[in-house]
């Protein structure tokens, strides 16, 4: 009898020292599909059902670890990230120690180091986020280069290459311990195959990540790969998921279809079954108040009562506080106004732009044409900045002209215009580094390229990337470097 018990503590120790494996059932792809829809609490309830009938799927860690990078991603709230964090830890740690031959090992750390990259640069720790981030680039590696053909790790090897490839100036010591460049237009090759992968039959439960990153990284770099979601022909509706109304929102407002817009935001999915994405009422608030509507204060309160965060509280106010001041309220304006210096942070372009704004005394003519501009009314918005000139006071007043209408002119097709104001606006700012200079190069850059003048693109190109210190200024100068790159080849 005693040797029967040493035989079967044996054997129970074997095969709990077996290692687990990843087991890519019902549970797991519901799951993550709950996860990137942000159904959280539907994620939640399958995850703890696959721990019943399955407690050794690797997949739990990974699992585990994507519920709580929504939750902080998305929510951007410090506290959040602090009780989360120790967990969230512990699931790449097991993932680590999990099946070494299985390509899904490597995929899986390659993500989870990358995200929680974005976590730590998203708080402030941006040294660790370095670290992480070169973690994610060498499992991205090992795993292409051991297993080529397993098309889910090239999602993370495509949004490297063009992260790497991008990476604006203030970020460049993050990544120079690499030792690689990056390649911009590999990596979009890599996102679109994997995104093409994740729309066969098995693997739809990767599709709204995949959509997610192919359509930000292409809109964001300027790669002209779709207008729209609808251009993908998706098999899901993209308005049932939150997060590809966040992405479909950014190409209508990159249109300027601002009625579109609001329509797709006010028919957004509200209720209690999806995690809140409180960044889409600022947007909505956004839209509204472009448009001059009636209430559209109703949404960036509803921001400022219920979002945790730090980041467009600047933005915010400054919105209500212009909003206000076109509508004649100077109350309300003013005390809007008042309350940027002192609120939220300056992580975000917007934020930044924000507080310069407020800098200076609001200018109704300009603000006037901004909103008529981005409702897409640009016979309105040309009619207002140009019925006179005497409106600009100062000399960052006459850039804010001269860019604003060169944007209207772009818009409206007539580039001959279009590049006279933008000249206009980089000679008026007599070398000066402003959104309104940065921006007037890049947009002079992607018309020169468009009408194949790759020299003069080149040259403007190279201004934008010489202008710094200006709110918005990552973005633009990664947006110029995928356009350099693109334009080199030429």
Known sequence: MKKLLQIGCLVLLTLSSVKASYVLNDNVKKAYLNIYSLHLDAADSLIQQEVKANPKNDFISYLRFNLGFTKVFISEDESVYLELEKAMNSYINRIKSSNENSPWRGTCLSEMYMLRSALKLKFGRSVKSGFDGIKAYNFAEETKENHPDFKPCWLNWGLINVAVGS??????????????????EVGMDFIEDSWKDSQLEGNEFLSPKS???????SLQLNQNRMTSLQDLNLKEDYRQNNLLVYLESKFLQNKRDNAALIEL????????????????????????????????????NYYLEHYKGNNFIKSTHFRLAAYFFLKGKAEKSDFHKSQIGTSGNLFTGADKMAENMASRDFNYTLLLGQAHFDNGLYDSALVALTTSNDYCVTNTDSVEMYYRLGRIHEAQGNDLDAIGSFKKAIETSDGRSTYF??????????????????????????????????????????????????VEKK
């Open 437 to 486: 200079s940065a921006n007037s190069a890049m947009q002079l850059a992607l018309i020169l390229e468009q009408k194949e003048m790759y020299a003069s693109a080149r040259y403007y190109l190279k201004l934008t990337l010489a202008f710094k210190d200006y709110p918005f200024q990552d973005g633009i100068q990664q947006q110029a470097k995928a356009v350099t790159k693109r």
């Open 167 to 184: 990476v604006p100036d203030s970020y460049k010591g993050l990544v120079s311990a690499l030792g690689f460049d990056g390649n911009i």
């Open 211 to 217: 959509t997610l990153i192919y359509g930000y990284t």
């Open 265 to 300: 935001l006010e028919q957004r999915d509200k209720s209690n079954a999806v995690y809140p994405i409180y960044y889409l009422y600022f947007a909505e608030g956004k839209a509204r108040a472009s448009a001059l509507l009636d209430s559209a204060d109703v949404p960036f």
